[in-house]
């Protein structure tokens, strides 16, 4: 069997049809939807791109790996889904972005050249590289923000592109009336179509590369396909640009009351750029059809992959998973972007399709057990037939739900966010060690904590599904943070770095020791069988004197 990992850039939970969205029809997620498992309590270890993705692909938290943010480096030695399958069988193959930044300098203490295989696949996140496009390339005064080379920016050259910067000049930025760039930075350009062939634009480009791949790999792998978008700058290639309208725009989801008293980290992050402008109507009138048409998009160009499979009989043998990295506020309880822990930003889709006679009982139904990111790398190895590193990948296999199984589960779900590297950070006067966030969720309730002092924030989302009243501002629910606090410091005390030696390589090297020849603590030997003591046992032997 080969899998078909998709990964969507900052798409929502809510923003598919098969998930309730009353405008946006999206017809291939949902029917992936009806031939799997759509699991409806999914959430990403971390809320920002970088550090989301580590724990992807190591299948650990994001204070297990160390990635917290990004341009973090994930540090050498740091296994990951590349190496946890090609130990079962299956290659991993990385076409579209990881946003992952490799360790140079640990490469270069322990001698890795990036031109080796195994110094490459560090680069590259533990994958072999197809088609890697991180999907950034935005130019400024001091450089490009990627320095790497862009095969998609290659692709539009060769096919007649000729700006300096065709992915800025034409896949993201609209002709102005006055002929002028009319750049997607710019939320007010976010209604114009980009200045591109709807073919050549970054979605079709990297489903075109899938395809390619799939066409000449040789069974089994696992495709990691990671589209950019719906992520920003938000614009999109006609017909795409104008499918949706103010009329389709759901009302931003926030209370007033949300700003009284607010927990000062939410209150910084109220107060940023990017919250500024989607509390704005006229941004997210703009945005927010851009937004649909990309997904929009999206959802067509999974088709593409759908036919594909179908048409090469390919699809009886492949899994599909369908993911985000995150989510987007759009304007939700004020803020813009991702960052904290409202599901708009930290819950994600996540839909599965096992081809195999065992999730036969399974399709086309919802699953709505905790579930984290970090689960698919275990569901990964499990489905090449591998047996999961539980001391090395803490999420756990979801096939057991696929398969129509109810398997102990856990009771609560966790997610982090480091925001050191953040204008928030320095606002709130916080050293870089204190600006740490992390969210309990136990299925109703949901706490935030803050390092640094601050108080916590608590949500009842039985009571309250859209997280708009925090419970947290008075003491009346002491005993329910008291019960969620515990849960993080159960957390806290997991087993996350004893990597090397699972349990049941502890338990077989216990006692090993005592036939290899050590044996303390004996009064007379008689406290071991004679086999432990033959070595040091009949005459002694001379010693040479002078």
């Not at 993705?53 to 990951?80: D, I, K």
């Not at 009243?469 to 008075?474: F, G, M, R, S």
């Amino acid at each position: 069997m080969n899998i078909l990992f998709v990964m969507y850039d900052q798409l929502r939970f809510d923003y598919l049809s098969c998930a309730g969205h009353p405008y946006l029809q999206t017809p291939n997620f949902d029917r992936i939807a009806g031939m799997g498992v759509r699991f409806t309590n999914a959430f990403v270890q971390s809320p920002i791109c970088g550090a989301s993705r580590m724990c992807f692909y190591t299948g650990r938290y994001a204070s297990s790996h160390g990635a917290q943010w990004n341009g973090f480096p994930l540090r050498v030695g740091e296994r990951t889904l590349g190496d946890h399958l090609r130990a079962n069988g299956m290659d991993a193959w990385i076409i579209g972005k990881t946003h992952m930044k490799a360790d140079a300098e640990g490469m270069a203490r322990l001698g890795l050249s990036p031109d080796s295989i195994i110094g490459a696949r560090q680069a590259e996140c533990g994958f072999d590289n197809w088609a890697r496009d991180d999907g950034l390339w935005a130019e400024g005064p001091d450089g490009f923000y990627d320095e790497k080379r862009s095969p998609y920016q290659a692709y539009l050259r060769a096919q007649g592109y000729e700006a300096q910067n065709p992915w800025a000049a034409h896949a993201n930025a609209a002709t102005g009336d006055d002929g002028q760039i009319a750049s997607g930075w710019m939320f007010d350009n976010a209604d114009k179509p980009a200045n591109i062939r709807e073919e050549d634009s970054e979605t079709p480009w990297l489903t075109s590369e899938a395809i390619k791949f799939m066409g000449q790999a040789k069974a089994p792998w696992l495709a990691h396909v990671s589209y950019i978008k719906p992520h920003w700058p938000y614009i999109v290639p006609a017909p795409y640009h104008n499918m949706f309208g103010p009329e389709h725009i759901l009302p931003a989801c926030r209370d007033p009351r949300e700003r009284e008293n607010a927990h000062p980290v939410y209150d910084a992050y109220m107060q940023n750029k990017i919250a500024a402008a989607f509390q704005q109507d006229a941004v997210r009138q703009k945005v927010i059809p851009a937004y649909m048409g990309l997904i929009k998009q999206c959802d067509d160009q999974l088709g593409r992959l759908l036919d594909y499979l179908t048409e090469t009989d390919a699809l009886k043998d492949t899994m599909i998973v369908l993911t985000s990295d995150h989510g987007d506020y759009l304007g939700d309880h004020w803020l813009g972007e991702k960052d904290l822990f409202h599901n708009p930003s930290v819950k994600i889709p996540m839909i599965i399709y096992d081809p195999r006679v065992e999730a036969d009982q399974t399709r086309g139904t919802t699953c709505d057990a905790l579930v984290e990111s970090i689960d698919l790398a275990a569901t990964f190895v499990e489905a090449a037939g591998g047996t999961v590193p539980n001391h090395i990948i803490e999420g756990r296999s979801l096939l057991p739900w696929l398969h129509n199984e109810t398997p102990p589960w856990r009771d609560f779900v966790i997610s982090e966010y480091d925001y050191s590297a953040t204008a928030q950070c320095v606002k709130l006067g916080l050293e870089p060690r204190d600006a740490r966030l992390f969210m309990v969720f136990d299925g109703r309730y949901k706490l935030m904590h803050a390092e640094g002092g601050f108080r916590p924030m608590l949500f009842d989302l039985k009571a309250d599904p859209d997280e708009l009243i925090d419970l947290a501002k008075t003491d009346d629910h002491t005993e329910i943070i008291d019960r969620l606090y515990t849960y993080l410091a159960q957390w806290g005390r997991r087993m996350s770095q004893r990597v090397t030696r699972s349990d049941d390589d502890i338990k077989n090297m216990r006692g090993k020791s005592l036939r290899r020849g050590i044996l303390p603590f004996l009064k007379d030997g008689s406290e071991v069988s004679d086999e432990l003591t033959e070595r040091y046992r009949g005459s002694a032997p001379p010693c040479p004197r002078e």
